[in-house]
């Protein structure tokens, strides 16, 4: 039971009065302190959140109108640069980094009178899908202590089903919002890529780097997507979002609605006991009147492959302009500026890190370049071609989100087994459609994510389907 | 494209190309896990791809652009460069590059 009304409920409630803002952040730093052992927070930004929410209330007392998110409280993955802590990235290399100017997605929630109150841990750099990379600690999965949260927004996503704060806000690239929201049982929504503005988030993945809310109803994701969704000239990979916007009049009903079951998630590699699960809310599904049929996507079963070579060639780039000249760790006794690059990202970035940018190098690298990197990305075309062809007889796509659930933290014991944790969520990112996970039950004591997807830029209609679905799986 | 198994020589020029010193422990470890992680990506060799293009982003959007104007972000020098570990007279001092 939440201890948060729904957001715009919140909003309105402060907007009349019924609700102090600053009431509502000391009621989140408190359930943060309260819930410290499962450390999903790296810090919180108290001192600026109490300033915003005291602002917010004398302005209320005076009658003026404060926006759609009015006095609520969120936490914000520390890769988004944010005022009133320092942004990490969970990662050494940018321990006691304070941002200069905030991410748009954050001025944009600001902007309608939300309040950020904390940075959530991450696997350092968003590389990861447990959160165990991250170089500080490791949060562990609110329903048990011994698993993961999943990653790399493990933080947000336990920060969720900890009622922490009434939202999160996460990243993903490769799965990043999904995973750790199926792994914990919140709602976690992969907007389609380049409706949300990537200024100021951390970048790992450019080509498939996209933001989203983690949220305990798809009413309230469908809320801040709404609020900060659309083209920044910051940003000159964004595009136009939908006119009808995220909120109004969705088409939430099941009835008549095509989704096709993705016969290459449903094989091999999927825990049996996650696998009934899913079979059982589909069936829920058709039961309310969708259309359920079986669809074949059969190259997307290399999305995993395409994926670690397109993702680590994009993360070698990113990761280049940590060089401990301009900010970010510097090592302190270099003779010379090869000797200050070399040895600051040498002891700055954790092994994923360096794995990936090396991996990425090679990928790149004079030689490599053509059997790697562009194969990949022409494979990745092949990907997106099945996708298109399969969306002309279906309209949503729905799957298992994780192919187990949550693992125990320690159990993965090499790289290549984490990276598989990933392979029902690359497929959506490289293909840059919307993807959203809803809580579907639990498998083994622990909770199961169903996936919907819909093509590119039918974000409004893929929300519409999940509110109709959760509706359905409550 | 015939797979090679990673040699320490292999994971030290990366580490080189990539500007990142590693110690014994990591090469060797590292000399594996690329290896098992190669072996993986290496389907993607015996693919069929014929007349099909890389896609490199998925928006389709080509040449955005902004106007040539002067935007006044309000940020003053000193604010941007006060995570710069050394600052001398409101500039980023460099090590020494060359002798």
Same mark, same amino acid.
């Given at each position: 039971?939440?201890?948060?009304?729904?957001?715009?409920?919140?909003?309105?409630?402060?907007?009349?009065?019924?609700?102090?803002?600053?009431?509502?952040?000391?009621?989140?730093?408190?359930?943060?302190?309260?819930?410290?052992?499962?450390?999903?927070?790296?810090? #919180? #930004?108290?001192?600026?959140?109490?300033?915003?929410?005291?602002? &917010?209330?004398?302005?209320?007392?005076? *009658?003026?109108?404060?926006?759609?998110?009015?006095?609520? /409280? +969120?936490?914000?993955?520390?890769?988004?640069?944010?005022?009133?802590?320092?942004?990490?990235?969970?990662?050494?290399?940018?321990?006691?980094?304070?941002? /200069?100017?905030?991410?748009?997605?954050?001025?944009?929630?600001?902007?309608?009178?939300?309040?950020?109150?904390?940075?959530?841990?991450?696997?350092?750099?968003?590389?990861?899908?447990?959160? !165990?990379?991250?170089?500080?600690?490791?949060?562990?999965? /609110?329903?048990?202590?011994?698993?993961?949260?999943?990653?790399?927004?493990?933080?947000?996503?336990?920060?969720?089903?900890?009622?922490?704060?009434? +939202?999160?806000?996460?990243?993903?690239?490769? *799965?990043?919002?999904?995973?750790?929201?199926?792994?914990?049982?919140?709602?976690?929504?992969?907007?389609?890529?380049g409706t949300t503005s990537r200024s100021g988030v951390v970048a790992m993945g450019t080509s498939c780097d996209v933001m989203g809310p983690m949220?305990?109803?798809?009413?309230?994701?469908?809320?801040?997507?709404?609020?900060?969704?659309? /083209?920044?000239?910051?940003?000159?990979?964004?595009?136009?979002?939908?006119?009808?916007?995220?909120?109004?009049?969705?088409?939430?009903?099941?009835? *008549? $609605?095509?989704?096709?079951?993705?016969?290459?998630?449903?094989?091999?590699?999927?825990?049996?006991?996650?696998?009934?699960?899913?079979?059982?809310?589909?069936?829920?599904?058709?039961?309310?009147?969708?259309?359920?049929?079986?669809?074949?996507?059969?190259?997307?079963?290399?999305?995993?492959?395409?994926?670690?070579?397109?993702?680590?060639?994009?993360?070698?780039?990113?990761?280049?302009?940590?060089?401990?000249?301009?900010? *970010?760790?510097?090592?302190?006794?270099?003779?010379?500026?090869?000797?200050?690059?070399?040895?600051?990202?040498?002891?700055?970035?954790?092994? !994923?890190?360096?794995?990936?940018?090396?991996?990425?190098?090679?990928?790149?690298?004079?030689?490599?370049?053509?059997?790697?990197? $562009?194969?990949?990305?022409?494979?990745?075309?092949?990907?997106?071609?099945?996708?298109?062809?399969?969306?002309?007889?279906?309209?949503?796509?729905?799957?298992?989100?994780?192919?187990?659930?949550?693992? $125990?933290?320690?159990?993965?014991?090499?790289?290549?087994?984490?990276?598989?944790?990933?392979?029902?969520?690359?497929?959506?990112?490289?293909?840059? &459609?919307?993807?959203?996970?809803?809580?579907?039950?639990?498998?083994?004591?622990?909770?199961?994510?169903?996936?919907?997807?819909?093509?590119?830029?039918?974000?409004?209609?893929?929300?519409?389907?999940?509110?109709?679905?959760?509706?359905?799986?409550? | 494209?015939?797979?090679?198994?990673?040699?320490?020589?292999?994971?030290?020029?990366?580490?080189?190309?990539?500007?990142?010193?590693?110690?014994?422990?990591?090469?060797?470890?590292?000399? @594996?896990?690329?290896?098992?992680?190669?072996?993986?990506?290496?389907?993607?060799?015996?693919?069929?791809?014929?007349?099909?293009?890389?896609?490199?982003?998925?928006? @389709?959007?080509?040449?955005?652009?902004?106007?040539?104007?002067?935007?006044?972000? @309000?940020?003053?020098?000193?604010?941007?460069?006060?995570?710069?570990?050394?600052?001398?007279?409101?500039?980023?001092?460099?090590?020494?590059?060359? @002798?």
């Amino acid at each position: 039971m939440s201890q948060w009304l729904p957001i715009a409920e919140i909003a309105a409630k402060v907007q009349t009065g019924g609700l102090k803002a600053t009431e509502l952040v000391e009621q989140s730093l408190k359930t943060i302190t309260d819930k410290a052992e499962y450390q999903a927070i790296i810090a #919180t #930004t108290e001192s600026r959140a109490r300033e915003r929410a005291a602002e &917010i209330d004398a302005r209320v007392a005076k *009658g003026e109108k404060i926006g759609r998110l009015a006095g609520v /409280p +969120f936490i914000a993955k520390d890769n988004f640069l944010v005022f009133g802590a320092d942004t990490t990235a969970a990662s050494n290399m940018l321990r006691g980094f304070e941002a /200069p100017y905030q991410s748009t997605v954050i001025n944009r929630l600001e902007a309608e009178g939300a309040i950020c109150v904390a940075k959530a841990n991450l696997d350092a750099f968003a590389h990861g899908a447990s959160t !165990e990379n991250s170089d500080f600690f490791t949060t562990k999965n /609110p329903h048990d202590k011994t698993r993961v949260p999943g990653g790399s927004s493990g933080g947000s996503a336990a920060s969720v089903v900890l009622d922490l704060a009434p +939202f999160a806000l996460g990243s993903d690239t490769g *799965g990043s919002i999904r995973q750790p929201a199926s792994f914990v049982g919140c709602v976690g929504f992969k907007p389609t890529y380049g409706t949300t503005s990537r200024s100021g988030v951390v970048a790992m993945g450019t080509s498939c780097d996209v933001m989203g809310p983690m949220t305990r109803t798809v009413e309230d994701a469908a809320l801040i997507y709404d609020v900060f969704a659309g /083209p920044d000239e910051l940003d000159g990979t964004t595009i136009p979002r939908d006119p009808a916007g995220y909120v109004e009049n969705l088409d939430s009903s099941l009835k *008549g $609605k095509k989704v096709g079951i993705i016969k290459e998630y449903m094989a091999g590699g999927l825990d049996d006991s996650v696998k009934q699960q899913i079979t059982a809310s589909v069936e829920k599904l058709r039961s309310a009147g969708a259309e359920i049929t079986e669809v074949s996507l059969p190259s997307l079963p290399l999305a995993l492959a395409v994926y670690y070579i397109v993702v680590p060639a994009e993360v070698s780039s990113n990761l280049s302009r940590y060089d401990g000249q301009r900010y *970010g760790h510097t090592y302190p006794d270099a003779k010379d500026l090869h000797e200050s690059y070399n040895m600051s990202r040498s002891t700055g970035f954790g092994a !994923e890190a360096k794995r990936r940018i090396m991996i990425g190098t090679y990928v790149l690298s004079s030689g490599y370049y053509d059997a790697y990197y $562009k194969k990949a990305q022409t494979v990745r075309t092949k990907i997106i071609n099945e996708f298109t062809q399969v969306f002309k007889n279906v309209d949503f796509l729905v799957g298992p989100t994780a192919p187990s659930v949550a693992f $125990k933290i320690g159990a993965t014991k090499d790289p290549l087994q984490m990276y598989l944790a990933d392979v029902m969520t690359v497929g959506a990112s490289l293909a840059g &459609i919307p993807a959203i996970t809803i809580p579907a039950g639990e498998a083994e004591n622990m909770p199961v994510g169903l996936q919907l997807m819909a093509p590119a830029r039918d974000d409004r209609a893929l929300l519409g389907l999940a509110k109709a679905a959760e509706e359905q799986l409550a | 494209m015939k797979m090679t198994k990673f040699t320490r020589d292999d994971v030290l020029k990366l580490a080189r190309l990539a500007r990142i010193d590693l110690n014994e422990e990591e090469v060797e470890k590292f000399a @594996g896990e690329f290896s098992s992680i190669l072996d993986y990506v290496e389907q993607l060799q015996s693919v069929q791809v014929d007349g099909l293009e890389p896609t490199t982003q998925v928006t @389709g959007l080509t040449n955005v652009t902004r106007k040539d104007e002067i935007v006044d972000y @309000g940020y003053a020098p000193h604010d941007l460069l006060k995570n710069v570990p050394n600052v001398k007279d409101d500039q980023i001092q460099a090590k020494r590059m060359i @002798g």
